[in-house]
């Protein structure tokens, strides 16, 4: 497969409107392509773009692999059986935390990759849909609930509202995160919620890897946030952030990733993931490898 990305035209960071970036280091894609990219420095806020960044119309190659794990649950070995273990936690802590912010809520899963969540939910009794771009993802789904899910494009469109709004690993995916957030918040009902679950590159895991870190995901992940970025980013398109929610899982699902990506013992990922969570559990800040980002309309 050849890969080819244009250089996009200078982008402003969507956090903080700052047009200054500034080199930080460079990161390979260890999952596919095995391409070179440059994580760029938001010179204000320290937001992280990948660079070169593809395009809309270029980014769909990255993910042509039948190891893209979020889109493959059937595949075998120790990184797919710790995958299908943390998102089977996963689903049941979802829907409880979706249930426990509005009782009946009306939910949009923004970006449902599989759906599985959507047809967890639903099995619930909850009146969820879901917004997925990757056809192939679509066709994964269990048959039942297909028909609750619709293109990005068509959802922003549309004149549905929710009580509660999510993107799960989502956010950093996305070209243009502020134009969608603010056509997200339109869509949100009043005391509404939105739900952002994100890699955190201030995790101490982030850092032990550096280059290596597996959540660098480049070029997949075009977008890199700490809590110093995400949480002001919300608040400045009129949110309240109300509580973050570690995600102990990812660090250790990171971690052995990269520990292959270095070419070294799995057992050692469990070992830096471990003191990852430990040091996040006694920070104020919590930060995890990944933190889920609870925000209310103001």
Known sequence: MMFHVEQLA??????????????????????????????????LCSLLRTD???????????????QYLSHGAERKGLFASLYR?????????????????HNDASY???????????????SRGMNV??????????????????????????????????DVISLWHVLEHIHEPREVLLKLKEKINSSGHLVIAIPNYASFDAKHYGAHWAAWDV??????YTPDQ????????GFNHIDTKAMWFDAFYVSLLSERYKGRPAFLGIFWASISNLRALFNKKRTCSSQTYIFRLK
């Open 10 to 43: 200078p982008m402003i960071c969507p956090s903080c409107q700052n047009k200054s970036f500034k080199p930080l280091m460079d990161v390979g894609d260890h999952f596919l392509s095995k391409e070179r990219f440059k994580l760029l420095q938001c010179g």
């Open 129 to 162: 849909r879901g917004a997925e771009p990757n056809s192939e993802a679509i066709s994964h789904a269990p048959s039942d609930v297909r028909a609750a899910i619709v293109s990005p494009k068509e959802e922003l469109e549309s004149i549905r509202t929710y």
């Open 219 to 224: 070029p997949r992940h075009l977008w890199h």
């Open 85 to 101: 273990l943390a998102k089977n936690h996963n689903l049941s802590w979802k829907t409880n935390l979706i249930s426990r912010l």
């Open 52 to 66: 070169p960044m593809p395009s809309e119309t270029e980014i769909g190659a990255y993910y042509k692999s039948d």
């Open 108 to 122: 949009l899963d923004y970006g449902c990759g599989t759906a599985d969540l959507i047809s967890h939910c639903q």
């Open 230 to 237: 995400i949480i002001p980013f919300l608040e400045s398109l």
